[in-house]
């Protein structure tokens, strides 16, 4: 099994197959456990580049490859953890507050987002330092 933070979780998906070939079907309330009010998707990454650099405050997303593959850097402010997606039926679900960083792009790799709010910028946490203080207090919040 694949080291992650408590915030996230490998899923695999159910692919419903037969022989002209695959689908994945993702509805509110199945395959992932929150209620979808954005998608969007990530493509024609420029080669070498890295994306992300950023936590939220609250938000849950969940990811898939759906094409090609790229590797999800996640940290929860103590342990970075390194993951490849390159599978269109496995799902990686990310909460908050996780630091990720995303690299390693394949020319062809279109990155599929689910998330459970509409974009905000506020919602972001763009430095590096103000994301280790929160995600103390979050697990400070926990214990
Ligand atoms: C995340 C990782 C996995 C919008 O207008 N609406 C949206 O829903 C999103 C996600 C972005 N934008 C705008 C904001 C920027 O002007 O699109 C531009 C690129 O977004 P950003 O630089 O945030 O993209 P990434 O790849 O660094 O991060 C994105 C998500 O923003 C982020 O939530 O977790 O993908």
Redesign the pocket.
Known sequence: MIPLPAECELVELQIRGDDRGSLIAIENGSQIPFDVK?V?Y?FGTTAGTS????A?HD?R?F?ICVAGSCVMTLDDGVQRYQVRLDRPDLGLQ?GSPIW?E?SEFSPDCVLL?LADAP?QDSDYIRDYADFQQIARKSAGDEA
Do not use: K, T
């Open positions: 954005r969007y990530i994306r992300g650099f950023h939220h938000l997303q990811a990310i990720r995303m987002v974009y």
